[in-house]
C-alpha cells in the first residue's frame, strides 16, 4: 500500500508526546494506530497497512469484525463493564469460561486473569501449591513473560532479565531436531533433581518461532508422567487457532496438566486439570478476575466465530500457502530459514542488522511485520487472511527483501 512519508505529522507529534512523557519500551517503526477494517489498519494521518502481526495474535478476527463490533455496540451504554471479577459473579466471566472448556482438555477448570504473563503466573503457583517451592524446568530462548515469576524462567534475551532476581530454575534445550543430542536431557535432570514443574512454549514465541520436534514434547509428555511433574505449556502466543488447531500442543498428541492462554481470548486464562485444583479458597484470586466484562465477551464471541467460520481450516490453508511462498526466499539476500506452523511463521536472517532494516522497510511499504528472537521476522496475520492479501503480502515481501 503507498503511504505519504512515514511517520505523518499527526504521528510525529504522538511519537514525540510518548517519548516525553512515557518509557520508550518496545516500539518497532512509527506506527500510531488509529483504526482498521478486514486484516488492514490504518494510522492517524490515513496511512492503511496490511497487518501480518494481528497484534502478535490479540486480534485473531482482524479489525471492525460485525460480531465483535456488535457485542461492543452492547456494551457501550453498560456502565458496569468493569468489575472486581473474583470477588462478584458475572454473565460474561461465566460464558468464556463455558466456550473455552469446549476446546481444552476434559476434566480441566480454568481461572481467568489480566494477561498472558498473569496466566503464567497462576499456572507456575498452581503447579507450586501442588509440588512444594522447588526449581521448575524451563527451556533455553523461551518467553513467558515479564512479571517477576514468569521472568525467571524466561530466556529469549538477556535485556529481559538483567538484574532482576530469579525463582530457582534449571535450563534445558529447546530442542527443534528428533536427533538431537539432547533430545533427553530432561529424563537425566528429573532423575537426579526434585523439581516443581516443567514448562514449556510448543513454538516459542518472542523467542524466535522455533517449533519443537515431536520428539522432543512427546518426551516431556512421557517423563513428566513417569517422575510425577506437572507439564506446563504455554499457549499465550500459539493458542486459539494460530497453527490450525486450537492449540499447538494438539500437532504433537500430547495434553498439558496445566497451560496458559491469552491474546487472542482477549483475556488472560491459566487452565488446570482438576487433580491440580487448590481446593481451598483465595489461593487464586486477583481484583479484577479476568479483566472487564467487554473483554470476556469478545473473547467468547471470537471462539464462537473461529468455529462458525472454520477459521482453523483457512489458518492452515492460507500458512500453507504463505510458508510455500517464503521457502522461496531462503538462501537469498541473507534469508537463512523459515520455519512454523499454520498462520505462525518465523522468517530467519543471517544478522540482526539486516532483521532490523528489512522490517523498517517493509513498513515503509505498507505492510506490518516484527521481529523475534535474535534475528527472526515474525508472522502472525489475523486468521481471516484472505489468499489475494497472503499474495499481496509476499509480494511486498520478495520487493523488499530481495533487493539491496
Known amino acids: ?14 511519537i514525540d508526546a510518548m517519548k516525553k512523557h512515557a518509557y520508550d519500551s518496545t516500539f518497532m517503526y ?34 471492525s469484525h460485525p460480531d465483535i463490533i456488535e457485542v461492543l455496540s452492547e456494551y457501550s451504554t453498560n456502565g458496569t463493564h468493569k468489575i472486581a471479577g473474583q470477588d462478584f459473579y458475572c454473565r460474561e466471566h461465566a460464558g468464556i469460561a463455558e466456550k473455552i472448556s469446549s476446546i481444552i482438555p476434559s476434566g480441566f477448570k480454568t481461572f481467568f486473569i489480566n494477561s498472558g504473563a498473569e496466566a503464567v503466573e ?44 530469579e525463582f530457582p530454575v534449571k535450563r534445558i534445550k529447546f530442542c527443534v531436531k528428533d536427533d538431537d543430542t539432547e533430545i533427553d536431557s530432561v529424563k537425566d535432570l528429573l532423575k537426579e533433581n526434585k523439581v516443581a514443574f516443567i514448562l514449556t512454549e510448543v513454538i516459542q514465541g518472542e523467542g524466535g518461532y522455533n517449533v519443537a520436534s515431536k520428539k522432543f514434547i512427546k518426551n516431556l509428555r512421557k517423563y513428566a508422567t513417569q517422575y510425577g511433574v506437572p507439564l506446563i505449556l504455554d499457549e499465550v502466543q500459539s493458542g486459539v487457532g494460530h497453527t490450525g488447531k486450537w492449540w499447538a500442543f494438539e500437532h504433537y498428541d500430547v495434553k498439558p496438566d496445566i497451560m496458559s492462554a491469552a491474546k487472542a481470548l ?16 483465595s489461593v487464586l484470586s486477583s481484583t479484577w478476575g479476568g479483566g472487564s466484562r467487554i473483554d470476556m465477551a469478545v473473547g467468547a464471541r471470537i471462539l464462537e466465530v473461529i468455529k462458525r467460520d472454520k477459521l482453523l481450516q483457512n489458518a492452515t490453508k492460507m500458512g500453507n500457502i504463505l510458508k510455500k511462498g517464503l521457502e522461496e526466499l531462503v538462501g537469498k539476500k541473507g ?36 521481529g523475534a528472537g535474535q534475528k527472526s ?3 502472525i496475520p489475523p486468521l481471516i487472511i484472505t489468499r489475494e492479501q497472503i499474495e499481496q503480502g509476499l509480494y511486498t515481501m520478495n520487493k523488499v527483501l530481495l533487493r539491496n
Do not use: W
Request: proline share 6%.
Open 1 to 14: 500500500m503507498k503511504n505519504q512519508r512515514l511517520p505523518g505529522p499527526n504521528a510525529r507529534r504522538v
Open 30 to 63: 512509527p506506527l500510531v494506530i488509529a483504526n482498521g477494517y478486514d486484516s488492514i489498519i490504518e494510522d492517524i494521518d490515513g496511512n492503511r497497512f496490511l497487518d501480518f502481526t494481528s497484534n502478535i495474535g490479540a486480534c485473531p478476527l482482524g479489525y
Open 122 to 165: 497462576n499456572a507456575i503457583k498452581i503447579a507450586y501449591r501442588k509440588m512444594g517451592p522447588l526449581p521448575g524446568v524451563s527451556c533455553a530462548g523461551s518467553f513467558h513473560g515479564r512479571t517477576l515469576g514468569a521472568l525467571s524462567f524466561t530466556s529469549s534475551r538477556p535485556v529481559h532479565k538483567y538484574n532482576f532476581p
Open 266 to 281: 482477549q483475556v488472560g486464562a491459566a487452565a488446570f486439570h482438576k487433580k491440580f485444583d487448590p481446593g481451598e479458597k
Open 335 to 370: 534469508v537463512i530459514d523459515v520455519r512454523g506452523l499454520g498462520l505462525m511463521i518465523g522468517l530467519e536472517f543471517d544478522t540482526k542488522v539486516r532483521r532490523d532494516k528489512k522490517i523498517l522497510e517493509i513498513f515503509k511499504n505498507g505492510l506490518l511485520t516484527l
Open 377 to 379: 521476522l515474525r508472522i
